[in-house]
């Protein structure tokens, strides 16, 4: 991998973020669909008995894989053998030539460019149960590749696990209310999405983000009961070097910035990060500029009142979900906090997440300092957080996930797509891109870890 701070491609963001202004529910994306919530093998339809996957898997690689949490990008060279590789390239041609493939619609993309797909645009094939089998002995491998990725994902999800960080910082009684049943529940990994991806001469993929929080997807926020969490690529080109005098271009481009040493990015009890915090480190700025991750919570009870008490579904309300921004607490001499704004006394916020320390008032759509517009571009809304936060210090170091416009607090990894190269990183935190594949064709099997999406309070609508 290459590290380079000075080679930062900008790119034009023409999406559009949402914020729900009415059920708590960034963009919707032009990926793939969603499966189902529960694992269920995407390969299922294949014979499993030649897919038992023992290899391949590093038997140390706890602390790398925790790395992911603190904004690294994982690689393992090697992840599958060069007859597993040949077979996937075959396995991709019968597919071709059974037009399984279709345009991704997300490569060289222009705002308004009226949909029309080139000859250099990306192709991609769903992988799913009843897709096209051909050859059995090309096609058997993706339920190889699924049930090898799947053999360490319980090994994964304890590495990535964030209540852990913090259990030897609470006394016996916290640690039984932080991580109960329910917590624990929501950070099991399902490998719920595969899918093929063929990049032809000239194809290249704007600088873009996996996954965001629900409250920025408007009407689609909350309604699939996991998301992504893990972004994971294997990369099938034999000989591809990286784009010089004789390369062939194609690198992914991670834009990763220093976690600290001991705080995770990503999500929290099931809140995604929305933005970081600049050289905080026991509020000293540090020789080299480390970042917080700064989480949103939508789940923040408040008393529902004037016209916001009356609802068409639940008719009279006594309780609102309003969001707050908050961080995780980092020692234990610093007091739990949570806004005294309305908030359900009962409910008991400190008891129940004593790690977080609150940065914001509770806010929605209808607070006076949101800007009224529907949509907003991405670099207004982290103005809109921004101004959220208590005070201008906070304010002044907040930035957005995707915010990678000051170079010198970026790393910059290059990874070329070499064959059998698996890489980890998260979809939440890590910006990136792909870079224009200059000779031949880029070929890779991707997808994602899902972890559970949070599911509505008791006390909603009510």
Not at 147 to 152: G, H, P, R, S, V
Request: glycine share 6%; net charge negative; proline share 4%.
């Amino acid at each position: 991998q290459k590290i380079d701070a000075n080679h930062i491609t900008h790119h034009h963001h023409s999406q559009m973020i949402m914020w729900s202004t009415s059920t708590p529910a960034i963009i919707s994306f032009a990926f793939l669909p969603y499966f189902s919530t529960r694992h269920q093998f995407l390969t299922s339809s294949l014979p499993r008995s030649r897919c038992v996957a023992t290899s391949g898997i590093n038997s140390n690689i706890s602390n790398e894989f925790s790395d992911i949490r603190r904004g690294k990008i994982y690689i393992q060279n090697n992840f599958i053998t060069t007859a597993e590789v040949d077979a996937l390239q075959k396995d991709i041609q019968q597919l071709k030539d059974s037009r399984e493939f279709q345009p991704s619609g997300l490569s060289n993309r222009v705002l308004d460019d009226k949909n029309i797909f080139g000859t250099s645009d990306r192709l991609s094939c769903t992988i799913t149960p009843d897709l096209f089998k051909g050859d059995w002995q090309h096609s058997y491998v993706r339920s190889f590749v699924e049930n090898k990725l799947d053999a360490f994902r319980h090994e994964l999800h304890d590495a990535l696990f964030p209540q852990q960080l913090h259990v030897n910082k609470l006394s016996d009684n916290e640690v039984g209310d932080y991580l109960n049943e329910a917590s624990l529940e929501r950070f099991k990994l399902q490998l719920a999405e595969m899918y093929y991806s063929v990049s032809p001469k000239g194809s290249m993929l704007p600088r873009h983000q996996d996954e965001r929080h629900e409250e920025t997807k408007g009407r689609k926020g909350w309604i699939y009961e996991t998301r992504r969490s893990i972004s994971w690529i294997i990369y099938l080109n034999d000989d591809w070097g990286p784009d010089k005098e004789s390369g062939n271009g194609g690198e992914l481009r991670a834009f990763c910035r220093k976690c600290c040493s001991d705080a995770y990015c990503g999500s929290n009890d099931g809140d995604i990060q929305v933005g970081w915090l600049r050289g905080v480190q026991r509020r000293r700025i540090n020789e080299n500029t480390e970042f917080e991750p700064v989480f949103l919570d939508s789940w923040v009870k408040t008393v529902a009142d004037g016209k916001y008490n009356q609802d068409e579904n639940y008719g009279n309300l006594r309780w609102r979900p309003r969001s707050a921004l908050y961080r995780i607490r980092r020692d234990s001499s610093s007091k739990s906090t949570i806004p005294n704004h309305d908030i359900d006394r009962n409910q008991s916020h400190s008891r129940k997440y004593p790690c977080r320390e609150y940065l914001s008032k509770p806010f929605g759509s209808d607070s006076p300092s949101w800007p009224s517009e529907t949509n907003l571009d991405p670099s207004d809304f982290v103005s809109a957080l921004a101004s959220q936060l208590y005070d201008d210090d906070l304010q002044q170091r907040f930035v957005g996930t995707e915010d990678i416009h000051d170079s010198a607090d970026i790393n910059v990894v290059d990874i070329v797509p070499s064959a059998g190269t698996l890489v980890l990183f998260s979809s939440v935190a890590i910006p990136h891109e792909v870079l224009e594949v200059t000779r031949g064709e880029r070929m890779a099997i991707a997808g994602w870890y899902h972890e559970e999406q949070q599911t509505f309070p008791d006390w909603y609508g009510t």
